[in-house]
């Protein structure tokens, strides 16, 4: 079954040029969680995530960890780790016996702050503790216990930082809980000001089944009454079993202690009545913003989510800022699988299948610096970008559909109120796009998005001859499973004629005038077009993603408009998106 | 009821008048046709039809005795009880086989006259053994070189009646170097004749052998056409293309289209499909070739990418092409696929393709008859 965040529209929250993406990634993020992803790491926009080596990888310990207290033989070992290449040993015999991260590095002042550290502690009766030593005061935030046969465990732990700039570490200390001396590993430990998981989430019921709809229009909630300062928040649920109810839900008005939702449709809408949802309210105003004026730990926010597919595959989608008018982006890093990545960072490791195998790592501008132009040696990846910071002010409009079990995610932005405006789409998507007889599962999987942004332009605009700034022509799939990882892909439109002609370059597109339709057929992406290096061309139709290609309509007046009895939704350049059909949409 | 397939069988008219190459082609595409189980609906009333300087011998067609034998274990040989044969007058000839048993039925060269009861077919035009049958009827013939035609001749013929389709096809007689064709989708020739645009085939006058060849699908086919291709001494392939377009919407009752062409169709070469739309009016629409989505001036279609010769682990590509109608106020529409395949750009004309299809040029595949199927040759050489 299909999901959809279907037209949320927010507004951007200030700052200068901001074009809505933090706004939009914000929701995003959690219309996910609340339909099953699951949060595996997060960063502000400061380098390293805070820790020197957190990633464990440096091979000297002394790059970023001491040792106190008479302490020997930490060592970083291949024996045992995360991900990557190694972890650190840490095995303490007596009392004082601790260590203690190097500085931990730009934190600011009186933020709070979440860290996550990944142990494998399975000594019963071995323990440490996890400090937040600020200028030589010391807060246990937390103990790792020992538990046998555990694994690798995942720590959460949050701390604030006060004023000044002032010595700030984490410390592990030894506790002695009587039990037999045995190793800790320690890895992927990272630090971050969340502006995604703790961030504006006013209520959480994620997980639950607290959550109402009461037709036509209103939310419920068994534990929360809503109340008047909740208007203008949203809502994010997920409903598994009625299809279109599942969503991002502006709240209008409160009603006897219920949420009354901007349903974003036409005539009559009406929600169907349901029982026992997760959600999540959400105070967008809180959301990273990506503007000029906003410093980089705020506008270069980002997530890795992992999906709830058997799969679990792994998405990162971090916010991006280079200097100049329309430079707001979103970068989306795929991994078809749980692939291991550096905590420091967000790159996947280079062993790992993922879209920087064809389109390179997350960087930021010129001299490395968002406040810089943007700069094709480093603002890599692919991207949202489409819709910029043109018409500062009018916020977007955020489409998104994915199913059941996360086997795909396609996000549309769609950029201000007049429909007419050129720039007004940001468009990326990925998944596995379905398993046929040529194509495993995982060779199934590709992405999409932009890879090259000059000035902002429409991801869905074919016609441009700049192919790196149309989503459809820029993409990755994974290759033949031994010959090579990601290799590039595209999707593939109908060509006629010796020149130029396309189907989507015709002046007179109609609908099949036999019986009305608009001739809609799966998309079909082509695998390595040109046999390169890896050479494993291939063929296939995307399947399960609610996504077609057909009629080009007229992109002026018929953009956004029902087709086919509102199955499905013209967006652009005879592109479609399947749609809940109880809705109509707004054009 | 199966597919009817005709393989290099050769016509040598033995004149290099210019008047006589364009009938040849008249004549010998009416009796592929009927070969074919078309129907006959229309035809100049015109002794050449069965002139008994063009029907050489007639075994119960228009007379004689329906008495063509054939057995399995005699490959290549054809029987009469009643006889008729005779060497020199028939040694080179065609014989038209009109069997019931559709992997019999077919047109082949006479290599050898055994006896006045006894031919062997050449090798060239048949690769399979016979299926055992008797009692057919068939004719000895050289097209219309014999007696020609004068210059305005014309036939009709509409799909097998078992199909149930209303296609019809008119060919005449346009020049000495050309035919016209012209489709009537809707079947009604004697009547409102609903035509399309007629397609003009140039054939050449100044050589006077033909090889010929030919695939008519079976009446109950779902991909139904008839493609008619023959090589000439001057090197070039000419074909006719007559079917119906498949995955057509509900509603679309008359998909019927003809094509001609002097070359191997690439993909954006000349590619126009003759048919009508909703309004009855003529339209031309075209195999669509995929490429990537990017500027419209994208020509490196994805079916001559070398690297796309063979995709998904090794497959050999082929397909039928999704069918745009032109881009005018009268179409602007996907219309349906193709009936017949087409291939990759990157293979060797004429090589076995995937063991049952025959790689010609540019991206075009025919279908292979069976696994004793003789290659098509590009050579007139008797």
């Known amino acids: 079954m299909l999901h959809w965040i279907r037209d949320c529209a927010v507004s951007n929250n200030g700052g200068t040029g901001n074009g809505s993406k933090g706004e939009s990634n914000y929701l995003i993020y959690h219309f996910l969680r609340v339909g099953g992803w699951e949060q595996i790491w997060e960063c502000d926009g400061e380098d390293d995530n805070h820790f020197v080596d957190g990633s464990m990888e440096a091979d000297a310990l002394t790059a970023g960890w001491t040792q106190l207290g008479g302490l020997t033989g930490t060592v970083k070992t291949t024996n045992e780790k995360h991900m990557g290449n190694q972890s650190m040993s840490y095995q303490p015999t007596g009392p004082g016996e601790n260590l203690r991260s190097a500085g931990l590095t730009t934190l600011q002042e009186s933020t709070d702050y979440q860290i996550s550290i990944w142990a494998k502690a399975e000594e019963i009766g071995e323990d440490f503790d996890v400090i937040f030593d600020e200028n030589g005061v010391p807060t246990t935030l937390g103990t790792v216990n020992g538990l046998a046969a555990s694994g690798w465990r995942r720590f959460d732990y949050s701390f604030s930082t006060g004023a000044g700039v002032v010595p700030r570490f984490v410390r592990f200390d030894r506790v002695d809980a009587g039990g037999p001396v045995g190793p800790f590993f320690i890895d992927s430990c990272f630090i971050y000001e969340s502006w995604f998981e703790y961030n504006g989430v006013d209520q959480d019921y994620i997980g639950t089944t607290d959550g109402d709809f009461v037709a036509p229009d209103l939310f419920d909630s068994t534990a929360y009454t809503f109340v008047a300062g909740d208007i203008g928040k949203y809502i994010a649920t997920w409903d598994g079993v009625n299809v279109g109810n599942s969503g991002v839900y502006k709240i209008i008005a409160i009603d006897t202690g219920r949420a009354q939702l901007d349903l974003r449709a036409g005539g009559s809408p009406a929600m169907t009545p349901s029982n026992g949802l997760p959600w999540r309210l959400l105070d967008v105003t809180a959301a990273p913003r990506v503007a000029d ?14 999906s709830p597919h058997s799969e679990s595959w792994r998405m990162c989608l971090r916010n991006n800022f280079a200097a100049s008018a329309d430079q707001t982006f979103l970068v989306m890093t795929c991994c078809p699988y749980d692939g291991d990545f550096d905590v420091e960072s967000g790159h996947f490791y280079d062993y790992e299948a993922s879209t920087q195998d064809v389109f390179g790592k997350y960087g930021k501008g010129l001299n490395g610096n968002a406040s810089d132009t943007f700069d094709p040696a480093n603002n890599k990846g692919l991207f949202l970008r489409g819709y910029g910071a043109n018409n500062p002010g009018s916020g977007s409009r955020v489409y998104l559909m994915t199913d059941d079990d996360g086997s795909f995610v396609n996000i549309l932005l769609r950029g201000g109120a007049a429909q007419t405006d050129e720039d007004i789409t940001s468009w990326g998507l990925a998944g596995f796009t379905g398993a046929d007889a040529y194509h495993t599962l995982r060779e199934s999987f590709a992405q999409f998005g932009v890879a090259y942004a000059s000035s902002a332009l429409d991801d869905m605009d074919f016609k441009t001859s700049q192919h790196y700034t149309s989503t459809p022509y820029c993409g990755c799939q994974v290759g033949t499973v031994g010959v090579g990882w990601m290799n590039e892909a595209q999707m593939m439109v109908l060509g006629v004629g010796a020149t130029s002609v396309s189907e989507k370059g015709y002046s007179n597109p109609r609908p099949n005038p036999f019986d009305g339709n608009d001739w809609l057929r799966r998309v079909k992406i082509c695998r390595d077009y040109t046999g390169g290096a890896t050479n494993s061309p291939s063929e296939k ?40 059909g109880q809705f109509t949409p707004l054009t | 009821m199966g597919d009817i397939h005709i393989r290099n069988v050769r016509l040598d008219d033995g004149g290099s008048s210019s008047t006589h190459i364009d009938r040849q082609f008249l004549w010998m595409l009416w009796e592929i046709f009927l070969l074919g189980r078309w129907q006959e609906i229309d035809k100049t009333v015109s002794t050449v039809w069965t002139d008994p300087a063009n029907v050489l011998l007639d075994k119960g067609i228009d007379s004689g005795t329906a008495d063509l034998a054939v057995l399995s274990a005699n490959s290549h040989q054809i029987t009469s009880a009643s006889g008729g044969f005779d060497a020199g007058l028939h040694e080179g000839k065609i014989i038209s086989l009109y069997a019931t048993d559709d992997s019999n039925r077919g047109m082949y060269n006479i290599r050898r006259v055994i006896d006045a009861n006894t031919i062997l077919v050449d090798v060239r035009t048949r690769g399979a053994t016979w299926v055992d049958e008797s009692s057919m009827s068939g004719r000895i013939h050289v097209g219309s070189s014999g007696a020609p035609f004068s210059s305005t001749e014309y036939f009709v013929m509409q799909a097998p009646a078992a199909s149930g389709r209303n296609l019809q096809v008119h060919i005449s007689h346009n020049s000495t170097t050309s035919l016209f064709v012209t489709g009537y989708p809707k079947g009604d020739w004697l009547t409102l004749k609903t035509a399309t645009t007629t397609e003009t085939i140039d054939i050449v006058y100044n050589g006077s052998i033909y090889r010929w060849n030919a695939f008519l699908a079976d009446a109950a086919a779902s991909e139904f056409y008839a493609h008619i291709y023959a090589y000439d001494n001057t090197d070039i392939w000419r074909r006719i ?43 031309e629409c075209f195999p669509a070739f995929y490429k990537r989505a990017r500027a419209l001036d994208e020509e490196n279609k994805r079916e001559q990418q070398l690297a796309a010769r063979k995709i998904n682990g090794g497959l050999a590509k082929v397909f039928r092409p999704i069918v745009l109608a032109e881009d005018t106020a009268d179409g602007g529409f996907v219309r349906g696929n193709v009936p017949y395949e087409f291939c990759n750009y990157h293979y060797t004309d004429f090589d076995e393709f995937t063991s049952t299809r025959w790689k010609m040029g540019q991206h075009v595949v025919v279908p292979r008859n069976g696994a004793d199927d003789i290659t098509p040759l590009s050579s007139t050489a008797a």
């Open chain 1, 293 to 306: 004026s906003v410093p980089d730990t705020e506008r270069l926010a980002g997530y890795m989510l992992e």
């Open chain 2, 241 to 283: 293309i007559v079917g119906e377009l498949t995955d057509v919407a509900v509603g679309d009752t008359d998909p019927g289209f003809v094509h001609t062409n002097v070359v191997w169709s690439s993909l954006d070469d000349n590619g126009e499909h003759q048919m009508i739309n909703e309004f009855d009016v003529p339209i």
């Open chain 1, 541 to 580: 139709v995307i399947t399960g993603w609610g996504l077609r290609a057909g009629t080009r309509k007229n992109d002026t007046t018929e953009m956004f408009s029902d087709v086919d009895s509102g199955e499905y939704l013209y967006m652009r350049m005879g592109v479609y998106f399947k749609m809940p």
